[in-house]
């Protein structure tokens, strides 16, 4: 599907299989949003999903569920997620197409 909103890099998506096996058994996938906030007006979320909420979008990728807060989508279209490990730290990383503008520690962004 090459209209997913977001795309998983193998990374991401073993990372997040990762975090799945931690989980509560509720859980049936992780959630992304955004919301507002950061150096840069707005900063991804990211939450174990228990359910399903009305007009979410849902990728179902590499063998992990992510769902997309609805009003996210907008800002997430074409986005890659990927999960970087580096010397001191771990983390997700959003590739956004649609950021104007990002601050130095990658936690915020402008569209």
Same mark, same amino acid.
């Given at each position: 599907?090459?209209?997913?909103?977001?795309?998983?890099?193998?990374?991401? $998506?073993?990372? =997040? !299989?990762?975090?799945?096996?931690?989980? /509560?058994?509720?859980?049936?996938? @992780?959630?992304?949003?955004? %919301?507002?906030?950061?150096?840069?007006?707005?900063?991804?979320?990211?939450?174990? $999903?228990?359910? =399903? !909420?009305?007009?979410?979008?849902?990728? /179902?990728?590499?063998?992990?569920? @992510?769902?997309?807060?609805? %009003?996210?989508?907008?800002?997430?279209?074409?986005?890659?997620?990927?999960?970087?490990?580096?010397?001191?730290?771990?983390?997700?990383?959003?590739?956004?197409?649609?950021?104007?503008?990002?601050?130095?520690?990658?936690?915020?962004?402008?569209?």
């Amino acid at each position: 599907m090459s209209n997913q909103v977001i795309k998983l890099s193998d990374n991401a $998506a073993e990372r =997040i !299989k990762h975090i799945m096996s931690k989980a /509560e058994k509720s859980a049936i996938g @992780v959630r992304v949003g955004v %919301k507002s906030g950061g150096c840069a007006g707005m900063s991804y979320v990211m939450e174990y $999903a228990r359910e =399903i !909420k009305p007009n979410e979008e849902i990728i /179902e990728d590499k063998g992990v569920k @992510v769902l997309i807060d609805p %009003k996210a989508i907008m800002y997430l279209l074409g986005t890659e997620m990927d999960y970087k490990k580096e010397k001191f730290s771990s983390h997700f990383v959003f590739i956004n197409p649609n950021e104007t503008e990002r601050c130095g520690c990658g936690e915020s962004f402008k569209v």
